[in-house]
Structures are given as structure tokens and as C-alpha cells.
T-cell receptor, first 111, second 114 residues
Framework: KQEVTQIPAALSVPEGENLVLNCSFT??????LQWFRQDPGKGLTSLLL?????REQTSGRLNASLDKSSGRSTLYIAASQPGDSATYLC??????????FGTGTRLQVFP | EPEVTQTPSHQVTQMGQEVILRCVPI?????FYWYRQILGQKVEFLVS????????KSEIFDDQFSVERPDGSNFTLKIRSTKLEDSAMYFC????????????FGSGTRLTVV
């Protein structure tokens, strides 16, 4: 069964810290992996998309890496800010046209 | 930047009533999807739709659910007889190339069944 797991489930850090959010998936036959941000009660905002042939993608203070062979992706957030507080979701497109989501990491950055 | 638009943002309905959730996908996208997220749980796939046909559906998408593209812009999800357990956030998504370039999600419709 294709599954996506995220750890930690929750993270609370002071402003300015560099963060690592982890995502693991059970099947290495992926097409791509997408990281989303979800604010409470809101929709899903795409942050980064990594294709299976890529090892990392960067956007501003965000960097996502992909290691297919070990079934892992990490999202690095540099110099965290209170505005980064949200739930971060990892979602994988395996061999069918749909995303399998992880349970998310709820991040709180306090001043 | 192009957006997926969903209406209404929040709908309250009585158990047993029919509801229609509406979505306007990105105009040049050809693949459309519905997902749902029960409070505190994962986002779950419901159905994918292409060329006026369902491409794939999950176990959740039973006979109570249907999808339609009634015109060139709208994509709808109908729940015929709502149950309490249908209460969730419903997300519409679209993609240009079967997800190979990623998916764009709407802001969701919160459905509350009372």
C-alpha cells in the first residue's frame, strides 16, 4: 500500500531557527512530490514541486530535497518567522493520477 | 497567478439533503479532482475527471457522490443525500498534465451536515 508519513507531527520553535520537516513514502516509484502549506481552516498553497529526476528545489527560504531510493523528502525552512506558522503537508504522486498526502507537520514559530 | 475557485466557502445542510459544491478550475487545465479533509485527518482523494469521464475514484466515492462538468468552466461535486460523516473540507484541484507538473488546489468548501 502506498503511504506517506510525516514527522514530527508538531513543532514549536523560536523565531530565527532553521527547521527540517521530514516526509517518508513507502514506494520509490514516484513521479513527483509536492509540499503544501495549509493555514487553519484554509486551502492548500503549493510551495515546491520536485520531480522524481530531481534531487532538490529551492524557493526563497525554502529548500526541498528528494531521495527516492530511501523514500524520503525533507523541507528546510531557513530563518523561520512567525508568519511561517502553519501546517506543512507532503503529497506524493505515485503511479496513478492522484496525490497521497501525509498527515502534516503543524509548525508554530513564536517571536 | 491562475487560481482554482471554489464556491461556497462554507455550506451548512441538513442530513439527507442534496448539496452541490462548485469549482472553476484553471482555464487551460484538462484534469480535475476532488479531495476531502475531515477535521484533524489527512487530505483524501475522492475522484479524478478527464474528458468528461471519471478516470479514477476512491472507495469513499460511492453512489451518493457524482461529478459533472456542466459547461466549459465549472466542475461540480454532488452529494445526493448527505450524512453527518460527510462533514469535511472539500477541495477541488486541477492539473495541466495529469499531475506531472503538479496540482493546483482551491481554497476549499467547508461542508457541515447537521
Amino acid at each position: 500500500k502506498q503511504e506517506v508519513t510525516q514527522i514530527p507531527a508538531a513543532l514549536s520553535v523560536p523565531e530565527g531557527e532553521n527547521l527540517v520537516l521530514n516526509c517518508s513514502f513507502t514506494d520509490s516509484a514516484i513521479y513527483n512530490l509536492q509540499w503544501f502549506r495549509q493555514d487553519p481552516g484554509k486551502g492548500l498553497t503549493s510551495l515546491l514541486l520536485i520531480q522524481s529526476s530531481q534531487r532538490e528545489q529551492t524557493s526563497g527560504r525554502l529548500n526541498a530535497s528528494l531521495d527516492k531510493s530511501s523514500g524520503r523528502s525533507t523541507l528546510y525552512i531557513a530563518a523561520s518567522q512567525p508568519g511561517d506558522s502553519a501546517t506543512y503537508l507532503c503529497a506524493v504522486r505515485f503511479n496513478t493520477d492522484k496525490l497521497i498526502f501525509g498527515t502534516g507537520t503543524r509548525l508554530q514559530v513564536f517571536p | 497567478e491562475p487560481e482554482v475557485t471554489q464556491t461556497p466557502s462554507h455550506q451548512v445542510t441538513q442530513m439527507g439533503q442534496e448539496v452541490i459544491l462548485r469549482c472553476v478550475p484553471i482555464s487551460n487545465h484538462l484534469y480535475f479532482y476532488w479531495y476531502r479533509q475531515i477535521l484533524g485527518q489527512k487530505v483524501e482523494f475522492l475522484v479524478s475527471f478527464y474528458n468528461n469521464e471519471i478516470s479514477e475514484k476512491s472507495e469513499i466515492f460511492d453512489d451518493q457522490f457524482s461529478v459533472e462538468r456542466p459547461d466549459g468552466s465549472n466542475f461540480t461535486l454532488k452529494i445526493r443525500s448527505t450524512k453527518l460523516e460527510d462533514s469535511a473540507m472539500y477541495f477541488c484541484a486541477s492539473s495541466e498534465a495529469r499531475g506531472f507538473n503538479g496540482y493546483t488546489f482551491g481554497s476549499g468548501t467547508r461542508l457541515t451536515v447537521v
